[in-house]
């Protein structure tokens, strides 16, 4: 198993690309001065410590895309969403990696 299969689990590989074709709710997680400083267009910016205090913002979404600058912040975001209820939410990873398949 590589890092990254460690990192981001080695479940059902999602087709990022399709999904966010699919019109996903893409949510960098970062803090609003990095996401200021550069974002995937269309994004929302929901900081992780404002996760559980914002997830009426994620109901009714076919999909959720969560994302940061590592993975790390994303991956505890996906942790908190499935605490409460989505089984909708894929880590990106980096919002680097998520960016590449936006138009």
Same mark, same amino acid.
């Given at each position: 198993? /590589? =890092?990254?299969?460690?990192?981001?689990?080695?479940?059902?590989? +999602?087709? &990022?690309? @399709? !999904? &966010?074709?699919?019109?996903?709710?893409?949510?960098? %997680?970062? !803090?609003?001065?990095?996401?200021?400083?550069? #974002? +995937? *267009?269309?994004? +929302? /910016? &929901?900081?992780?410590?404002?996760?559980? #205090?914002?997830?009426? *913002?994620? *109901?009714? *979404?076919?999909? =959720? =895309?969560?994302?940061?600058?590592?993975?790390?912040?994303?991956?505890? @975001?996906?942790? =908190?969403?499935?605490?409460?209820?989505?089984?909708?939410?894929?880590?990106?990873?980096?919002?680097?990696? +998520?960016?590449?398949? %936006?138009?």
């Amino acid at each position: 198993m /590589n =890092i990254l299969q460690q990192l981001f689990g080695s479940g059902p590989k +999602v087709d &990022i690309k @399709a !999904t &966010i074709a699919e019109g996903a709710f893409l949510v960098d %997680v970062r !803090t609003p001065g990095e996401f200021n400083s550069g #974002h +995937v *267009k269309g994004s +929302v /910016n &929901i900081p992780l410590d404002s996760v559980t #205090h914002q997830l009426a *913002k994620f *109901k009714n *979404k076919k999909n =959720i =895309i969560v994302f940061c600058r590592s993975g790390n912040r994303s991956s505890q @975001a996906k942790l =908190i969403l499935e605490q409460n209820g989505f089984t909708n939410v894929v880590n990106g990873g980096t919002w680097n990696n +998520v960016n590449q398949y %936006v138009q």
